[in-house]
């Protein structure tokens, strides 16, 4: 398709969709034709552009050293980070730093792959549900499209990633998985001490910890970003999620209720980790979930039922959640377009 088509792009929305979607280009193939305006389709409403007047100047999320992790200082610094800002940025965390630049080299490799390579892991072709290429979040729901191309990885066992995940990049993500588990495990105990849970047993495992997904985000150039966004305001469904970005930078969050946002400066081999709803409700909101690249999502088991520790409420704290199964949470996240925090409110008793 010749770059003169741009103009076609922005006023036909089957010609952008068939573009961008169902023949695998995605939003890195409009970059690419050399576009000079953005396309009608990806224009953000008012309200939800971002500008440079909704940024907090000389203000930076908490930073802690995870060196010493069985400090009693640490324990309390990223419990009292989780239930004040809900993300905070670490370092020294134990993911060997040669590791992530393989996950980061990985990522450009799958995104420069032709368009009928990257297609083969649409919705429509893959072989299996676990992984997915796509552009934007829910496309077919969203009232302006997001700048973003993306690809999925759930982890279900060996034998599937070795049969399913794309070559150029499925090594360098299962070993990203693999070394991260000590690190999910460190922060997994530390906040839940914090929570008054003495033990994970068997039962409260999977509901903690039971699934892992790692995505793959990938952001072109964009003509017009003023009128756009990568990915539109959300928290995660997950239990917490760790966030591997480049040295571009671009990820703003903002503390519950707030109105301002706070730039994330690349910290060069740090990662950021943000509470998802699912701790959010376990720890009946004293852990905020933020709004807000390659995620690691640590996510309970479908079958998992997401309720507050009987242990938080044990001093009498009335609870704000009711159970809710996690499939039904994960299904209802993913059949609306971003909006917020207004997913947690799937959850929440209503009489609060």
Known sequence: ??????SILATQS????????NKGHGVKGLSEMGLKSLPKQFHQPLEERFSEKKILDQVSIPLIDMSK???PEVAKSICDTAENWG????????????????VKEATHRFFALPAEEKRKYSKENSPINNVRYGSSFVPHVERALEWKDFLSLFYVS???????????CKDEMLEYMRSSEVLIRRLMHV????????????IREPMLLGSRRVNLNYYPMCPNPELTVGVGRHSDI????????????????????GTEWIHVAPISGSLIINVGDALQIMSNGRYKSNRISVPLFVNPKPEA????????????????YKPVLCADYSRHFYTKAHDGKKTIDFAKISDI
Do not use: Y
């Open 1 to 6: 398709m010749a770059t003169t088509n741009g």
């Open 14 to 21: 089957w010609d952008l969709t068939d573009f961008v979607v």
């Open 69 to 71: 992790w069985e400090s």
């Open 87 to 102: 993300f905070f940025q670490i370092v020294n965390h134990g993911v060997p730093l040669e590791v992530l630049e393989r």
């Open 158 to 168: 060996e034998e599937e990633t070795s049969a399913f995940w794309p070559p150029v």
């Open 191 to 202: 906040l839940v001490k914090g929570l008054n849970v003495k033990r994970i047993d068997e």
């Open 238 to 257: 997950s239990t917490f999620t760790i966030l591997l970005q480049d040295d571009i930078g671009g990820l703003h969050v903002r503390k519950d209720n």
């Open 305 to 320: 039922i997401l309720c507050p520790f009987p242990e938080v409420l044990a001093n009498g704290e009335k609870p704000l």
